[in-house]
């Protein structure tokens, strides 16, 4: 018997596996996907605003960071005029919107997770294409994209059933989660996939409308994406399609008074512009703007003398240097207790030696490209620093490749103040810090602006439970890496700097785009 949409919405959330690539079958058809994909490169992408396809003359390369003169595609670029066209057709399309039943909302999301299942393997591709993602990292990106839609339009389903909520006598009360109006979402180009579609499927499965500017080196997977809502036949409007320069139409969609929230994925700076601009009230806004924002992190992995140091050395490596670093969540500091701490580096530099550098559409590679030439002269240039401030134990140097390639760098002997151990530097880069003893680590590792991410290795529970109370970052790890948070196990989102603990993939988020009311009705004889 077929499931029913209610059993299917109603039924426990499951994860969705990653692919076996030491299977030859699944190798063999991601080498297919590569060159179906590569076939596909140099496409042009109009904006989409209402379900009209506009192409515009101003226009956004993407390119391929692994060989900066293959052009992934193309894409028309926003002006005012076409950011004003977006949020009119989003407002206009949300008072029908709004009233679409939950379960309408959550089965376009079902579909859209049935149809990114059915082309995973060229989901990925195009992520090794515009993105530098090793198959590993891409095929992770798309499981949780994946993921993230299943989980919402279970979660929607839950809030659109009965809540909890004390009765008295006389009264008939009822608590409904209803939707904010027209958003903006914002997502980064490092998980332009995963968090992308996170982001755009939260906001209008709880029945809001939104203006979706993507960052403009990831944009064509974000028009991969739109695609396939359309393809779904979410109604016209609901997702309007704006890439374009931040400071041509990002200021103006987060300052509109039709704005009624945006949400927003990267750095520290920008993310504190909008949340200035969204806090001053224009003529005419009727609402306090609500921004949800997810911004950086400077995270840690602590060793202290009673752990596995293999393990420990192995998941320092693979948090630094997961997706060439490019993660908000990547361990860029290990701080180590000084007893085990020239053992720990000689382990983790063992490690890190290893790493296969190359073309990450290629099979077995294990680390790709920086995004683009911005992020290499950035990351360069904290090298620089490094080589001021500590000793360079690996790297620093020229990859020797064409495309934007920097490899595996680590700096020991560092200071806890130091430039390379404060600063995001959002590459490569891993700052190795000697800690006196357990204390002295906990201190270092909440010295930071930032609150994200950070992981405990230790044998020793009373240190474990110790760090569970003091070690102040959104999502700590013990005993294992401090990147890979999975939707629903690990609801993800930081302190401080690190953004509003949005708790993404968790059973918070929607009500992020939602607000509550209550009816009440008093029993008439």
Same mark, same amino acid.
């Given at each position: ?8 919405? @109603? ?13 030859? $079958?699944?190798?063999?058809?991601? =080498?297919?996907?590569?060159? =179906? ?15 009209? +396809?506009?192409? %515009?003359?101003?226009?956004?390369? @993407? ?44 089965? *376009? ?23 530098? /993602? ?39 009360? /009822?608590?409904?989660?209803? #939707? ?17 579609? &996170? ?16 960052? @403009? ?17 979410? #109604? ?18 987060? $300052? ?90 000689? +382990? ?8 296969? !550098? ?5 099979? &077995? ?12 002269? /950035? !990351?360069?240039? *904290? ?12 790297? &620093? ?36 810090? /000697? ?12 010295? %930071?602006? *930032? ?50 603990? @949005?708790?993404?993939? &968790? ?19």
């Amino acid at each position: 018997m077929t499931a029913t949409l209610s059993d299917r919405l @109603s039924s426990e959330f499951v994860n969705t596996p990653l692919t076996d690539y030491s299977s030859p $079958a699944n190798a063999a058809a991601q =080498r297919e996907a590569v060159e =179906r994909v590569r076939n596909q490169l140099g496409v042009s992408y109009p904006l989409i605003i209402h379900g009209e +396809k506009i192409h %515009t003359s101003a226009t956004i390369t @993407s390119i391929n960071p692994a060989r900066p003169d293959e052009v992934v595609g193309v894409l028309s670029s926003a002006s005012r005029e076409d950011a004003d066209k977006a949020l009119a057709a989003a407002a206009e399309v949300f008072e029908t919107w709004r009233f679409t039943p939950p379960e309408k909302r959550a089965q *376009y999301l079902i579909d859209a997770a049935e149809l990114m299942t059915q082309r995973r393997l060229e989901l990925n591709a195009w992520l090794m294409f515009e993105t530098g /993602k090793t198959w590993v990292e891409a095929d992770a990106d798309v499981a949780e994209a994946i993921d993230f839609l299943n989980f919402y339009a279970r979660e929607m389903w839950r809030l659109s059933q009965e809540q909890p909520i004390t009765h008295i006598p006389g009264e008939e009360n /009822k608590l409904t989660y209803i #939707p904010l109006g027209v958003g903006v979402v914002i997502p980064p180009w490092n998980f332009p996939m995963a968090i992308m579609a &996170g982001m755009t499927t939260a906001s209008v499965v709880a029945g809001n409308t939104v203006v979706l500017k993507p960052a @403009s080196t990831s944009a064509v997977i974000a028009a991969r994406f739109v695609a396939i809502m359309e393809e779904v036949g979410l #109604p016209k409007g609901v997702i309007n399609f704006v890439p374009g320069s931040g400071s041509v139409i990002g200021d103006y969609l987060v $300052a509109d008074k039709r704005t009624r929230f945006i949400a927003f994925t990267g750095s520290r700076d920008v993310g504190l512009r909008i949340n200035k601009l969204a806090a001053e009230h224009q003529p005419g806004q009727l609402w306090i703007k609500r921004a949800i924002l997810e911004m950086g992190g400077k995270d840690a992995i602590v060793v202290d003398e009673t752990a596995d140091l293999d393990a420990a050395a192995a998941g320092i490596v693979s948090s630094a240097f997961g997706f060439q670093g490019q993660k908000c969540s990547a361990g860029s500091r290990a701080i180590i207790v000084a007893q085990v701490y020239d053992e720990v580096v000689a +382990k983790a530099l063992q490690i890190a030696q290893k790493i296969v !550098i190359g073309d990450p559409e290629v099979e &077995g590679i294990g680390f790709g490209p920086v995004i683009d030439a911005n992020a290499f002269q /950035k !990351i360069r240039e *904290y090298i620089a620093i490094g080589q001021q401030e500590a000793t360079l134990a690996l790297g &620093g140097e020229d990859a020797g490749r064409a495309g934007y390639y920097i490899p595996p760098t680590i700096f020991t002997n560092v200071d806890g103040a130091a430039r390379i151990a404060q600063e995001e530097i959002f590459g490569p880069v891993l700052a190795m810090i /000697k800690a006196s003893d357990f204390e002295d680590a906990m201190h270092i590792a909440n010295s %930071t602006e *930032y609150g994200l991410t950070g992981a405990v290795y230790s044998r020793d529970e009373t240190r474990l439970a110790h760090a569970a109370e003091v070690f102040h970052v959104g999502n700590l790890y013990f005993n294992r890496k401090c990147t890979g948070a999975l939707v629903g196990a690990h609801p993800f989102g930081g302190f401080n700097m690190s953004g509003t603990d @949005s708790k993404a993939g &968790g059973r918070d988020y929607l009500l992020l785009f939602t607000q509550a009311k209550v009816v009440s009705a008093k029993k008439v004889n």
